[in-house]
């Protein structure tokens, strides 16, 4: 059974850099083909791609976040990370892991909600 | 930057058939696949690679492209199947990133 939770702060301030954690179960990123993505939802809006990794670290970026965006992952403890620095008010949604296979995120965190605020 | 485009609702009585479509230029060559997001909930992905449904996925659901539109069918839509539904695809530079429609709102009643 393949699962994902997401962690992390639930405020942060303008200007400070946000780390989520992603920590699964059920699969390994080790796997060809498995990758984890990161998706976000600002409160009332659509769903907005942001990054993903593979099994052979190769990493994909949102072409419009690139430059605040990393992504790592750390096979040995199920865990993938996601960093985005000079956070925004505008950053303030819900923040998802999924797990990748073929592209498609299949399976979903239930997702950490994060507000932007001074 | 490439776009997904989604109408921003669609509304049907219950045993209707609801029809949502997605456009984008890259869909001739890319998959779409659906997800449904009930309120609160995390996205559940209800067609995967055009018209493909994933197990425990009802047989009312089916998915069908042409050309640069893809559309998701719900056959006899049930008053449960009121959600979000976004459309999802790659675009198609090679670098495999993926890009979400807008959102389309179900209203069943």
């Known amino acids: 059974q393949i699962t994902l939770k997401e962690s992390g702060p639930t405020l942060v301030k303008p200007t400070q850099t946000l780390t989520l954690t992603c920590t699964f179960s059920?699969?390994?990123?080790?796997?060809?083909?498995?990758?984890v993505g990161w998706i976000r939802q600002p409160p009332g809006k659509a769903l907005e791609w942001l990054a993903l990794i593979y099994w052979d670290d190769d990493k994909r970026y949102s072409p419009s976040l690139k430059s605040r965006l990393t992504i790592t992952k750390d096979t040995s403890k199920n865990q993938v990370v996601l960093t985005m620095t000079n956070m925004d008010p505008v950053d303030t949604a819900t923040y998802y892991c999924?797990?990748?296979?073929?592209?498609?995120?299949?399976?979903w965190g239930q997702g950490t909600l994060v507000t932007v605020s001074s | 930057s490439y776009e997904l485009t989604q109408p921003p609702s669609v509304s049907v009585s219950p045993g209707q058939t609801a029809r949502i479509t997605c456009s984008g230029d890259?869909?001739?060559?890319?998959?779409a696949y659906w997800y449904q997001q009930k309120s609160g909930q995390a996205p559940v992905l209800v067609i995967y690679e055009d018209s493909k449904r994933p197990s425990g996925i009802p047989e009312r659901f089916s998915g069908s492209s042409s050309g640069t539109m893809a559309t998701l069918t719900i056959s006899g839509a049930q008053v449960e199947d009121e959600a979000d539904y976004y459309c999802y695809s790659t675009d198609s530079s090679g670098n495999h990133r993926g890009v979400f429609g807008g959102g389309t709102k179900l209203t069943v009643l």
């Open positions: 890259a869909l001739p060559k890319k998959y």
């Open positions: 059920g699969f390994s990123l080790s796997t060809s083909g498995v990758g």
């Open positions: 999924a797990h990748v296979t073929e592209y498609v995120f299949d399976y």
